[in-house]
């Protein structure tokens, strides 16, 4: 009799270790589509052995825990390589709005990513500017000559301001982009904290148990790490739980979260991203804040400064030509400090007030002709000058350059998301689920449910023949 009812009771415990196993087959299977979802398999063990008269007797099979099946190598791997990715397409993305900003057409195929003038950049002003003076030059009593000098310097400083304008506007852009991010990312710090604290109740006596949670808090880890570079580890007295820390500028920890409490919250000071109430400088070296204020700072700045160089060497060149004796009044105006957004026709001149010379004699073209050969004349800031070379030179050099760090980050950019899919990929042969696999296995444990289930009937057979007809 206890042989039969202990081997019924096995069984249905085997019924129920095998149930499990179907649900969580089915588990994985609705999730095949979820990128943070991590497959989970059901680990079956043993109850434990008792003494009977007979002997040794197994107390049966249980399913004892659900697993989830993630390396963790791999997942701080993908964390790494998801925060350069945001990073480089960061850079990108603000790389491009500057080029746009120029109006200028950069051809990046060839090796010195030279300019190709567009009818409505700053380049083809300039060079209608001085076209304009040479005209003037070689008729400088013409109406229509003087009205289209003033005509097309007008032009040119206004493409001066505009582009300036835009330049300012991307790197504020880039201001108000990464203040949202700073608020995303302290929403990330109090959702892991949140997460850590439901982990930590559900796996107080069952550490692993809350796999579906543990999913959420790497998906919100991965979702942090696009936005700045960061590090995890498992807490030192907690189980299950990780912390979250960056690195200050000489590479010591920072601990943004630990536990389930958020212990410095991230800050943007106009100028770097600080934690603590000390308001640590964090390094950064990913992450889409990363590239933001990479480009802000680097290829975007620089193209500013060199363009605001060009403006005052235009301007104090042009102005040196056309007033030698600095008493008849110069041709432009301009702040040195704030370059192109300053850049200006002077107020008083006009197509009726424009000189070709000092003696305004109408034969004589020597300010005119001065100015016009600027064209050609070759600056070097050894003598004091803004620029180095010609003022073609100087602009295509300058726009050069950041057809170089556009071609520089793209590159780079695609070779990292090929590290970037290589990673996820070998993530998922490890945690992802395959529909294969996993119909396999549901169908093992629908055999081996079916079998329990025979043996609960051949059980129950014996019981009834036991209790009811063995009498008879």
Known sequence: MSGLFGSLTQSVQALSAHSRAIETAGRNLANVNNPSYARQRVLYADRGTVVTPNGAQSLGLEAKSIQQIRDSLLDAQVVREVGLSASLNAQNTTLLNAQAALGESIDRASGTEGTTDSAYGLSASITDFFNAFQSFAARPTDQGERQNLVQQAEIMTERFNETDRRLAQIQTDVDSEVATDVDDINRLLSSIGELNAQIGRIEINNPGSAADLRD?????????????????????????????????????????????????????????????????????????????????????????????????????????????????????????????????????????????????????????????????????????????????????????????????????????????????????????????????????????????????????????????????
Do not use: C, W
């Open 216 to 472: 959420q808090r790497q998906a919100r880890i991965e979702e942090l790490a696009g936005k700045m570079s960061i590090e995890t580890a498992p807490n030192a007295t907690e189980t299950g739980q990780v912390d979250v820390f960056v690195r200050d500028a000489s590479g010591n920890p920072v601990v943004l979260v630990s536990l389930a409490t958020v212990v410095n919250p991230v800050a943007y000071d106009g100028a770097q991203l600080t934690a603590g109430a000390s308001a640590t400088p964090i390094a950064l070296s990913g992450g889409s804040v990363s590239g933001l204020l990479t480009a802000r700072d680097g290829a975007v700045q620089t193209l500013r400064d060199g363009i605001d160089a060009l403006a005052n060497q235009l301007a104090s060149a042009v102005n040196a030509a056309y007033n030698p004796t600095g008493v008849s009044g110069d041709f432009f105006t301009i702040t040195p400090s704030s370059g192109a957004a300053t850049l200006s026709l002077n107020s008083s001149i006009t197509a009726t007030s424009l000189k070709a010379s000092e003696t305004g004699g109408a034969a004589d073209n020597t300010q005119a002709l001065a100015v016009a050969e600027l064209v050609t004349k070759k600056f070097s800031t050894a003598s004091g000058d803004a620029i180095n070379g010609t003022i073609t030179q100087h602009y295509t050099s300058v726009v050069s350059d950041l057809g170089r760090a556009v071609s520089g980050v793209q590159s780079r950019l695609e070779d990292q998301s090929n590290i970037e899919t290589l990673v996820l990929n070998q993530r998922q042969a490890v945690s992802g689920v395959s529909i294969d696999e996993e119909m396999a296995d549901m169908l093992k444990f629908q055999r081996a449910f079916e079998a329990a289930s025979r043996v609960v009937n051949i059980i129950d057979g014996l019981l009834d023949i036991v209790v009811n007809r063995l009498g008879a």
